[in-house]
T-cell receptor, first 113, second 114 residues
Framework: GESVGLHLPTLSVQEGDNSIINCAYS??????FIWYKQESGKGPQFIID?????DKRQGQRVTVLLNKTVKHLSLQIAATQPGDSAVYFC????????????FGKGTKLSVKP | DTEVTQTPKHLVMGMTNKKSLKCEQH?????MYWYKQKAKKPPELMFV???????INESVPSRFSPECPNSSLLNLHLHALQPEDSALYLC?????????????FGQGTRLTVV
């Protein structure tokens, strides 16, 4: 069946480096995507979103890129900090009227000081 | 106020117990969600409430019974659970269902079934 997935389950980076977390999706009907950050023992926290009519969106230190041709989503974190250490999930909304936000598998980001 | 509040934070219950999880938001959101998250896994959608009516039930066993008393509250009633139901239960809300707006999550209830 169709699902949201991630290429890398773990990512370790040096403090100050840039991080790139990838996500592949297979549902061509998806029209809205969100990146969430989840720290241990906490609920997912919204980072940034992007609609399918865009290919890039920037926030504070974060950029999301959407490539609909290959159904690929990425999250770039600039100047990664120890506080960025967490599990990152991409999620897709298939645009159904009732709402159905489906999460990918997650990538654990570890930042070395 | 961009908070979704869940109570209790932790819950231990026996397999014959009846308990309820509570969720509250005051953002005027009209869509509310229950997710289940096992360790090292992504959240899995259980139920969606749209304008206080159940719109999605992802084939969840009947021992989980959701309830939406009003637009700010969402409950999950638990009865005769199994140890494998132990997980983090997350509540979320969004402005409108399917409206392509972000969902805000609570901190979750860590449930242990013994």
């Amino acid at each position: 069946g169709e699902s949201v997935g991630l290429h890398l389950p773990t990512l370790s980076v040096q403090e100050g480096d840039n991080s790139i977390i990838n996500c592949a999706y297979s549902n061509s009907a998806s029209d809205y995507f969100i990146w969430y950050k989840q720290e241990s023992g906490k609920g997912p926290q919204f980072i940034i979103d992007i609609r399918s009519n865009m290919d890039k969106r920037q926030g504070q230190r974060v950029t999301v890129l959407l490539n609909k041709t290959v159904k690929h989503l990425s999250l770039q974190i600039a100047a990664t900090q120890p506080g960025d250490s967490a599990v990152y999930f991409c999620a897709e909304n298939m645009g159904k009227s009732q709402g159905n936000l489906i999460f990918g598998k997650g990538t654990k980001l570890s930042v070395k000081p | 106020d961009t908070e979704v509040t869940q109570t209790p934070k932790h819950l231990v219950m026996g397999m014959t117990n009846k308990k309820s999880l509570k969720c509250e938001q005051h953002m005027g959101h009209r869509a509310m969600y229950w997710y289940k998250q096992k360790a090292k896994k992504p959240p899995e959608l259980m139920f969606v409430y749209s304008y206080e009516k159940l719109s999605i039930n992802e084939s969840v066993p009947s021992r989980f019974s959701p309830e939406c008393p009003n637009s700010s509250l969402l409950n999950l009633h638990l009865h005769a659970l199994q140890p494998e139901d132990s997980a983090l239960y997350l509540c979320a809300s969004s402005q409108s269902p399917g409206g392509n707006t972000e969902a805000f999550f609570g901190q979750g209830t860590r449930l242990t079934v013994v």
